[in-house]
């Protein structure tokens, strides 16, 4: 089925192998000899847990070539997994303290979604993801030198990072900036923090759509809200397992969710730090949750419905899905 991604951080994405190689290049010492290690590293107690590793292997991500092939690994993956279209988040304060220029990963970057589009058709929106952990000022100035030079690049602003001890209230000013040059809208809220969070991105930096968002379920008359506003949720089932958000997939909400009528999604997130691209989440929740092939058309319709394309482009990558559900009917 082709299919569509919405939250997936593009560090997220850096291969074992590749995190291995590219220290060796730049010397860089990692605590980490072999694949396996690194993969055994992949054992979280939190969020920051997590963190801590994912900031290391930006650390050795440093020239264009990096960059360019961390992109094409992953749009080789979602040829693969037939996803048809992706909303990729590019962090670049996650790269600036090691003196890499703006302009250095988004040249790899681009290089790599230009081989994409042209090889196999492949469709990308950028997303500049901003990181909470640090000050409001600096993610704004980020934000004008990347509308400065990137401005038809990059079509969204996105909130990542910790959310503990870093409320959305913090970043009103930041939101308000890319609302005036003209960018949409998500952040990260209610995984690890509350669902008020979920309520404040909505209410106090006028987001679109909200990236987890599953403890939306602690308040009903948010729930209520979701539904009847048809926000969307870029759930992420197995990164909520592997950041202990749910003890195990069985005990995941996002059926629940979808049953009552929120416009939800299946992410990967970070697919090599949590066990799984994007078809990989559709097969646990199917494992584990019983999923459907109706609910899994539904999860999918709704990411192309809640994708920051152009109406007419949203529009054929729906009628792509509609004929494949035609030429495959459920037997």
């Known amino acids: 089925m082709p299919k569509a991604e919405l939250h997936v951080h593009i560090d997220g994405t ?13 010397g860089v010492d990692i605590p980490y000899r072999s694949v396996e290690d690194v993969e055994n590293a992949y054992d979280f107690d939190n969020l920051q847990s997590f963190l801590d590793l994912y900031y290391l292997g930006t650390g050795v991500i440093r020239d264009e070539e990096d960059f360019y092939l961390l992109m094409l690994d992953y749009l080789s993956a979602c040829r693969e997994q037939h ?14 303290p090691n003196g890499v220029a703006l302009e250095t990963l988004m040249s790899g970057f681009q290089r790599a979604i230009d081989e994409a589009k042209a090889g196999w058709g492949q469709s990308v ?14 993610g704004i100035e980020v934000l004008e030198q990347a509308h400065s030079t990137y401005s038809d690049r990059f079509v969204a602003i996105g909130l990542a990072s910790a959310e503990v001890g870093h409320p959305p209230d913090g970043f009103a000013g930041l939101y308000a900036r890319a609302r005036s040059l003209g960018y949409r809208a998500t952040a990260h809220a209610g995984e690890e923090g509350p669902a008020a969070f979920v309520t404040d991105s ?11 968002g599953v403890r939306s379920a602690d308040d009903p008359a948010l729930i209520a809200r979701l539904a009847r506003e048809r926000i969307p949720l870029t759930v992420c089932p197995l990164s909520n397992v592997k950041l ?4 195990n997939m069985t005990d995941h909400n996002i059926l629940e969710l979808l049953d009552a009528g929120v416009r939800v999604t299946v992410n990967s997130d970070d ?4 066990g799984g691209f994007l078809n990989d989440n559709f097969i646990a929740l199917h494992e584990d949750l019983k999923l459907s092939r109706e609910q899994a058309t539904r999860l999918n319709r709704n990411a192309f419905e809640a994708s920051f394309l152009p109406e007419d482009v949203k529009a054929a ?6 004929r494949y559900l035609l030429e495959h009917p459920v037997r």
């Open 244 to 247: 202990k958000v749910f003890e």
């Open 202 to 212: 909505l209410d106090l930096l006028g987001v679109e759509r909200i990236d987890h």
């Open 14 to 26: 850096l291969q074992p192998s590749r995190l291995l190689d590219r220290a060796a290049k730049h």
């Open 125 to 138: 929106v950028l997303i500049l993801s901003l990181l909470r952990h640090l000050p409001e000022a600096d």
């Open 317 to 322: 990558l729906l009628a792509d899905l509609d």
């Open 271 to 274: 697919p090599t730090y949590f």
């Open 83 to 96: 996803i048809t279209h992706t909303e990729i988040m590019v962090e670049p304060q996650s790269y600036l």
